[in-house]
T-cell receptor, first 113, second 114 residues
Framework: SQQGEEDPQALSIQEGENATMNCSYK?????LQWYRQNSGRGLVHLIL?????REKHSGRLRVTLDTSKKSSSLLITASRAADTASYFC?????????????FGTGTRLTVIP | EAQVTQNPRYLITVTGKKLTVTCSQN?????MSWYRQDPGLGLRQIYY?????VTDKGDVPEGYKVSRKEKRNFPLILESPSPNQTSLYFC???????WGYGYTFGSGTRLTVV
């Protein structure tokens, strides 16, 4: 399976702190994406980083990608209570796997007001 | 508003009674996909479709069928549901899957099979 793995499984921080979540994967990829899911709701696309990129920013989000280590990290700066959600990384591979996204099991983030 | 619409949001059914979960997108996306989400297992792909009349199996296709007769619709069919298909189901669409575009997800269908 190409499924990624997020680390940690759960993270609890105070409002205003930074939150860092990590993702590891097993096969070569075309791009890696991060999604947010509020409890029981649909996933929302946050950011996409291509395999030839090392870092990408979007508002308070910063994503890094290290293809040599097959890992990525998502940093949320100055967290807010509204950031409480589960965060998933998803990889899109090359070749026959190019059509599909493979999701990890997610990191549950709780931001305490 | 660009969106993926799934119906119903909640469904309780009995073992063996055929059901269909509908999915429709208004973004003219070529690619559509179905996932199921179970605790501890993340999202697993059931079926996907690259375009009209083109469908293929994902990681967990057993017990499911799909069709893609129109670009906007991608229904998920459970011919004879069983309790192990109790899950949260998501439909998603994308303009160019895997090549630089994120997926748009529906709000989910929580299915319980008793």
């Amino acid at each position: 399976s190409q499924q990624g793995e997020e680390d940690p499984q759960a993270l609890s921080i105070q409002e205003g702190e930074n939150a860092t979540m990590n993702c590891s994967y097993k096969t070569s990829i075309n791009n890696l994406q991060w999604y947010r899911q509020n409890s029981g709701r649909g996933l929302v696309h946050l950011i996409l980083i291509r395999s030839n990129e090392r870092e990408k920013h979007s508002g308070r989000l910063r994503v890094t990608l290290d293809t040599s280590k097959k890992s990525s990290s998502l940093l949320i700066t100055a967290s807010r209570a509204a950031d409480t959600a589960s965060y998933f990384c998803a990889t899109a591979g090359g070749g026959t796997g190019a059509n599909n996204l493979f999701f990890g099991t997610g990191t549950r983030l709780t931001v305490i007001p | 508003e660009a969106q993926v619409t799934q119906n119903p949001r909640y469904l309780i059914t009995v073992t063996g009674k055929k059901l269909t979960v509908t999915c429709s997108q208004n973004m003219n996306h070529e690619y559509m996909s179905w996932y199921r989400q179970d605790p501890g297992l993340g999202l697993r792909q059931i079926y996907y479709s690259m375009n009209v009349e083109v469908t293929d199996k994902g990681d967990v296709p057993e017990g499911y069928k799909v069709s893609r007769k129109e670009k906007r619709n991608f229904p998920l069919i459970l011919e004879s549901p069983s309790p192990n298909q109790t899950s949260l189901y998501f439909c998603a669409s994308s303009s160019l899957a895997g090549w630089g575009y994120g997926y748009t997800f529906g709000s989910g269908t929580r299915l319980t099979v008793v």
